[in-house]
């Protein structure tokens, strides 16, 4: 563990949509230390961290009242739209509130939010990812960061599909390593980590 250097002008994304919530992804509570152990690395690094979350209005189009794919979920100031008290946020996170337009989808944390401004005052080139769900926010954040022209990391160990349609998540990755992305995992094997990620069983 004491190898794990954090690389400079690289800061450090994380989201969440845990069990117990309104809109849980399977098996996200095991990302937790992991999670937990990146957040670690980068507030000792004094790197910057940032902590996204959905902080929806009642009537967000994505909500199925609206006609939309998910269940109501992550209301702005609902203790549903919180942060797990498992994944405490350190004192240098800033937290980025997306999907705040009831019409605007707000998957990726550069959706209609001063994410990319905050990037670039604090000179960062490279962005790492990590949290839930790989194949739609994870996807989309990495995808918008590619496009700011910034180097984007997905943390192989520390994301989650939902995989609604079998293999969402692989193709997901795969579509994210043919933008440019980059798959890093501390401490997971390479192997392990994508079968968790990907929601499979690992290959024996
Ligand atoms: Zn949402």
Redesign the pocket.
């Known amino acids: 563990m004491s190898t794990q250097r954090v690389p400079d002008h690289t800061a450090l994304l994380v989201r969440d949509f845990l069990p117990g919530g309104t809109l849980p992804v399977p098996g996200a509570e095991a990302l937790i230390p992991r999670i937990n152990h990146y957040v670690a690395q980068f507030e000792n690094s004094g790197a910057p961290i940032y902590f996204s979350r959905?902080w929806?209005p009642a009537d967000h189009g994505?909500f199925r009242a609206r006609g939309g794919p998910?269940p109501a979920?992550?209301v702005a100031d609902t203790p549903g739209a919180g942060f797990p008290a498992l994944i405490p946020l350190p004192g240098n996170a800033s937290i980025i509130s997306k999907?705040t337009q009831r019409d605007r989808e707000?998957y990726s944390a550069f959706d209609g939010t001063k994410f990319a401004e905050l990037l670039r005052q604090r000179g960062v080139q490279e962005l790492w990812v990590a949290g839930v769900a790989l194949d739609y926010c994870v996807r989309a954040t990495t995808l918008d960061a590619l496009k700011q022209g910034l180097r984007a990391v997905v943390l192989i160990d520390a994301v989650r599909a939902v995989d609604a349609a079998p293999g969402d998540g692989e193709r997901a990755l795969q579509e994210l390593m043919d933008a440019g992305a980059r798959v890093h995992s501390w401490g997971h094997s390479q192997h392990e980590s994508r079968s968790h990620a990907t929601g499979r069983a690992p290959a024996r």
């Open positions: 959905d929806h994505s998910w979920h992550c999907g707000g």
